[in-house]
């Protein structure tokens, strides 16, 4: 098999998606393994029916016994590499022990291979300076001169609607569904990884078009009342941050009322809680989750929030707060990496009981 590895911190499952569609789209009948639920697919993974094959390469460890990131098992021929942050505090004790799993990736790429990579990372720019044999191509928002791929958007834009740049010249225009800086530059990694194995671009950003997007990726849950309710998997300060700025573009001076439950190991451990709160910022009003075996004080990230900034003990008083607090018109935007106790639903019914 050919196999496409998407990695990087955030944005590997929305990656991963649009690559397997645009294959798909093309004809190729790719195979695909990814953690999320691609709209298009309906199901998280296949074997496909022909040599293509796309996987989510995460850095996670592979198992107790063997604590080598997962993605140096995949064997990727081509790769993405979308961004590098710390992240897996439970497995990784720095920065550069991260760093170095995804040294070890670079260099089981071949050099018939290729790599597409986020020229505006710096932490992705000095991993790749250890050593790589493998031909790249980086990506990046604006122009330079290691983005052979960029992007064009009209100011103040929500990237719902951007032109695709090829060493600094238009090849297209893409119009999907989806919004946000960091999902057009998604779009851009999938785009290359797609030309790599033969897909004209023409065809990547036809297929753009139709892409239906991922399950708990800015999903809509339900509105009531004039309340929308939204699901996200962010649970990152930098993803946090992308999230609601993505939301804002969309939804404009209405109010965003923000909902996170720090459930990942990393944020239980308390390592991101210092960023946590300048990742907030542009919520107009945010709600934080903590429940009594956190293990450390979230009142004092409520705390730099000011009067934005509250914090409910328990589901029962999270449901109650909100749906006593929100009003027709506001943005609900509910963040975790997990269920969050069937929050969303018991929210979207709470606000139907209401007079």
């Known amino acids: ?29 790719p195979g695909f393994l990814i953690g999320g639920v691609p709209g298009n697919f309906s199901v998280s993974a296949r074997l ?49 022990a991260v760093k170095k799993q995804f ?36 990506f ?14 009209e100011e103040g834009g929500d990237f719902s609607k951007f032109v695709v740049l090829e060493g600094g010249k238009p090849v297209g225009t893409v119009k999907w569904s989806l919004l946000g800086a ?60 992308s999230t609601i700025d993505g939301l804002r573009r969309k939804v404009g001076d209405r109010r965003i009322v923000a909902v996170l439950e720090p459930r990942s190991a990393t944020m239980r451990m308390g390592v991101h809680r210092d960023t946590l709160a300048p990742s907030l910022a542009a919520a107009d009003a945010v709600w934080m989750f903590a429940p009594p075996d956190l293990g450390w004080d979230a009142a004092a990230v409520v705390a730099k929030l000011g009067k934005r900034g509250k914090l409910a003990r328990s589901l029962d008083e999270l449901v109650q707060g909100l749906a006593g607090s929100t009003s027709p018109g506001d943005q609900i935007l509910i963040m975790s990496n997990g269920g969050f106790g069937g929050l969303h639903g018991k929210l ?3 606000l139907a009981r209401r007079p």
């Open 348 to 350: 979207l019914e709470a």
């Open 1 to 29: 098999m050919h196999v496409l590895g998407v990695s990087g911190t955030h944005g590997k499952t929305t990656t991963a998606s649009l690559l397997a569609w645009i294959l798909e789209h093309a004809g190729m009948e």
């Open 48 to 96: 496909g029916g022909r040599k293509f094959f796309v996987i989510e390469a995460d850095e996670y460890d592979t198992a107790f016994f063997d604590k080598r990131a997962k993605f140096v098992h995949y064997r990727s021929r081509t790769l993405v590499l979308n961004n590098l942050e710390f992240d897996h505090a439970d497995i990784y004790e720095d920065l550069a």
């Open 140 to 153: 990046a928002r604006a122009p330079g001169p290691d983005a052979a791929w960029s992007l064009d958007v």
């Open 182 to 241: 960091h999902n057009a530059e998604n779009a851009l990694a999938a785009i290359g990884a797609a030309r790599h194995v033969g897909v004209p671009v023409p065809q990547s950003i036809a297929a753009l078009g139709g892409f239906k997007g991922v399950k708990r990726r800015m999903e809509l849950r339900g509105e009531v009342q004039g309340i929308a309710v939204y699901d996200d998997f962010a649970h990152h300060p930098t993803a946090i941050a």
């Open 103 to 138: 040294h070890h990736l670079v260099r089981t790429i071949p050099g018939s291979g290729r790599i597409v990579w986020n020229a505006s990372d710096e932490n992705l720019k000095a991993t790749l300076a250890m050593g790589t044999w493998t031909p790249r191509e980086g």
